[in-house]
């Protein structure tokens, strides 16, 4: 979708230009406030796939969402224990729920849970796999949610989903009409204050201009891609437009999927992957990066 990617998609500040030109994607600066967004929109959501040009749920599908989803099970146990620390019944809208393992978990706790998801795959996979109820694939922003569900949640949750979506604002006002005075609100999103978006910004000075690291990783313009990074500070400044206040920002390091992914891609030989693994572990161990953040924040009463 063309759009007039000059004007800021968070401060609305004019005259930008594209910064890095990425292999997959176009990003530009904003001049005013720092914000990182990329060139590209996507045109409609509804009935598309994240990973297929099919929308139909056949024996294929189903086994790359169950692949996908066993991956990292122990990112769900993360999302599950942060939420559970604030609240631990009530109304419950999860946007953008993927495979809808958490949802699911969230109903067994006890919430009275609600999902949004624009994938269509994944929305068929919630209905006749899980059995989920409760669920479709209208956004946020439609009358459906915001003339019947004003005021209605007290625990609205966005998993690894700001930072795919076309216009951030939009989404968190939408978010905010819909919460309960004194109700939370969860993000997890990749954090451009990060070792992994840093570095590409040093070698691309350093370079001057030739080289741009893992720049090339965090950003894409196919369908559903990353459309912006946020910095914390970003964050604030969005949670403040949308009248939402802050009660903690954390940086965290997540991998979307296991160790053994990545290095089965890098290395190709399982002998080479074993050999590997304890090193990349230690690594991490050791070394402190922290590519994600958790933010929680509160409709004030």
Known sequence: MQFDHSICKLCGGGGNTIRYRL???????CQHCGFHYTDYKDDEYAGLSAHSESTVL???AIRYIEEKLQSNPHRFDHHIATVLQHKHQGTLLDIGFGGALFLRSMLQQGFDAYGIELDKQYLLYAKE???LSNINDLPVQDKYWQEHYAGFFEVIVLWDVLEHVNDPVA???SI???LKPGGYLFIDTPC???FYHRSGEWLFRLSGGRWKGLLHDLYSSHRFGHKQIFSKQDIRELLTQSQLQPVSIKQFHEMSFPYTFYL???LKHDWLVAIALPLVKLFFAVVKIRNKMMVISIKEI
């Open 129 to 131: 796999v899980l059995g």
């Open 23 to 29: 292999r997959m994607a176009n990003v530009v600066v």
């Open 176 to 178: 905010q009409r819909l």
């Open 264 to 266: 089965k891609k890098i």
């Open 171 to 173: 989404l968190m006002q």
């Open 58 to 60: 056949d024996e294929k």
């Open 192 to 194: 451009r204050d990060g």
